[in-house]
């Protein structure tokens, strides 16, 4: 056998390549790693600018309001646009998400070229940017549901997933660099411009089927809202979600606190953290898609438990020599979560009512972190930095057991010489909007 033909062997038999190949998303997955990537950037841009337009005595407070505005709008834009963009496609969702970031953040340049850009309005134009933000993110795993059979949605969501992870440890060096040759403010110019070309991607390659008139227009605001509290598997695995990542929140306030109190350490101690925990995300966002044969819900639930167990070094105040490798090991273990619960959530509901559902999960969830965040500060303050994430790991463990008991409660045995429903389409099948819930969705 010629050594040539060994890669493209190897590459067909990953569960990827169905994706990469795919003729449709294919054109669209360059589009969504530059914005990725330009999202990545304004990870620091987004402060730094907030930095340098605050007064400074309400620096920390302008800061923060700035992040908040970047995210937590989207949550209102869940309720307020539900009736408008109900019964719209995958694609329809997540290019208007494009072309508003993409309007919205270019205005900000605008406004400092013109001399306007005051503190007041930079906030504004961020929680405009992030008002589609829900229904975007929606219209991304809708795609995915929309052209690809059951089957391949894991590793699609990881593709998702990798783009994303690629992009928070590439974007902020690249950003740091533009920030100091040009400044914050084309560095946002330039993530503007990385939505325009997202927006251009859907609209060019995504077929005009993919393209057309919504199916439905007579859904209430808060429809995906209501499928989630008459489903108890989705309303549990959105309370899971929830007090998953309102958990992780905590850490953005102790891990620093834990470094220089605890450690004794300075800041390169911290970004050798937060750089072990995103190389091991890598890893695991590259092994989620070899986890398409397992069963959903038990993995879902496992995840969560393991990273409470990973953490559980830092909070027990184990040498960095071990610690900093745990560390590591709670990235990989995070990083297939967001795949696996969209997984979960692509095969509970048609395809005609999932983005209503993936945006009201994505509503309530992107309060989560925040949240979190807030707790954490009076948490540290009460117990100590160290205290504070030992708490937060036992919680994380509980709160995965808890779901593991409720899980096996909720098994119910087929009947006798019975077969599981359909969850989706036939294997080679794209889903078609009819698929019934599946006995994996539930158990």
Request: glycine residues 10%.
């Amino acid at each position: 056998m010629p050594p040539h033909t060994v890669p493209p062997r190897l590459l067909r038999s990953s569960p990827y390549w169905p994706v990469l190949s795919h003729p449709l998303l294919r054109r669209v997955l360059p589009g969504l790693a530059v914005s990725a990537l330009g999202d990545g950037m304004s990870l620091i841009a987004v402060t730094w600018l907030a930095i340098q337009l605050a007064p400074h005595g309400q620096r920390g407070t302008w800061v923060a309001v700035a992040v908040a505005a970047y995210t937590l709008p989207s949550a209102a834009g869940t309720v307020i646009f539900g009736q408008l963009l109900s019964g719209r496609n995958g694609a329809q969702l997540a290019g208007w998400d494009a072309i508003l970031r993409a309007a919205a953040l270019a205005a900000i340049p605008a406004a400092h070229l013109f001399g306007v850009l005051s503190i007041g309005w930079y906030v504004m134009l961020l929680a405009a940017s992030s008002l589609l933000h829900s229904w975007g993110s929606a219209g991304r795993f809708t795609l995915i549901a929309e052209l690809l059979p059951r089957r391949h949605h894991l590793p699609a969501n990881a593709v998702l997933s990798i783009i994303g992870q690629v992009a928070t440890i590439a974007g902020p060096p690249l950003a740091a660099i533009l920030i100091s040759w040009a400044g914050p403010v084309w560095v946002i110019a330039i993530d503007a411009v990385s939505f325009a070309v997202l927006a251009l991607t859907y609209r060019l390659a995504i077929s005009p089927t993919a393209r057309a008139a919504p199916e439905d227009r007579g859904s209430s605001r808060t429809a995906g809202f209501a499928v989630i509290r008459h489903d108890r598997a989705l309303l549990g695995l959105l309370a899971l979600t929830f007090g998953f990542f309102f958990l992780f929140g905590p850490f953005y306030v102790a891990m620093p606190i834990h470094v220089v109190e605890d450690l004794h350490a300075a800041a390169p101690t911290l970004g050798i953290y937060y750089t072990a925990f995103g190389v091991g995300a890598l890893v695991g966002g590259l092994a989620t898609g070899y986890l398409h044969r397992w069963s959903l819900w038990p993995t879902t639930v496992g995840i969560v438990i393991g990273f409470g167990a990973a953490m559980l070094p830092l909070g027990l105040n184990a040498p960095i020599g071990l610690s900093l490798p745990a560390f590591a090991l709670a990235g990989l273990i995070w990083a297939p979560y967001r795949s696996t619960s969209m997984a979960l959530f692509q095969r509970s509901t048609t395809t005609t009512t999932l983005p209503q559902v993936l945006a009201a999960n994505g509503a309530v969830t992107v309060l989560a972190v925040p949240l979190g965040t807030m707790l954490g500060g009076p948490l540290t303050t009460a117990v100590g930095a160290r205290q504070a994430l030992l708490v937060c790991a036992v919680a994380t463990i509980v709160l995965g057991l808890v779901a593991a008991g409720l899980t096996i409660r909720a098994r119910k045995p087929l009947p006798p010489g019975g077969d599981p429903p359909s969850a989706g389409p036939p294997d080679g099948v794209a889903s078609d909007g009819g698929a019934t819930r599946g006995a994996e969705t539930r158990y």
